[in-house]
Nanobody, 125 residues
Framework: QVQLQESGGGSVQAGGSLRLSCAVS??????MGWFRQAPGKEREGIAA???????SYADSVKGRFTISRDNAKTTLYLQMNSLKPEDTAMYYC?????????????????????WGQGTQVTVSH
């Protein structure tokens, strides 16, 4: 079992930056990701990391967001730059166990079985 706890959300003006963290305890997983859900919208996978450095991004955040993790894999990060109002959402970190099948980089919500509680990010004009 794994426990995930996000932090670092907040309110920022467009063009600003935030860094989200996700503390991981319990079992560690090679594949982890960041998802977000805006009101009235589906939860979407925006970034995933496999192992230490292989990454995948949704087109909507590519070039602006960076996913990373520390060497011990106990903390997952999401550096968010050039934020836009459309980035406003609840952000979740998640872990994908191998038994769920599929590819880490498909970033499918159904493949990620363990979730944090989420942290709110609000970007104003």
């Amino acid at each position: 079992q794994v426990q995930l706890q996000e932090s670092g959300g907040g309110s920022v003006q467009a063009g600003g930056s935030l860094r989200l963290s996700c503390a991981v305890s319990g079992l560690l997983y090679d594949c982890m990701g960041w998802f977000r859900q805006a009101p009235g919208k589906e939860r979407e996978g925006i970034a995933a990391i496999m192992g230490g450095s292989s990454t995948s991004y949704a087109d909507s955040v590519k070039g602006r967001f960076t996913i990373s993790r520390d060497n011990a894999k106990t903390t997952l990060y999401l550096q968010m730059n050039s934020l836009k109002p459309e980035d406003t959402a609840m952000y979740y970190c998640a872990a994908k166990p191998r038994f769920s099948g599929g590819s880490c980089f498909n970033r499918l919500r159904t493949d990620f079985r363990y979730w944090g509680q989420g942290t709110q990010v609000t970007v104003s004009h």
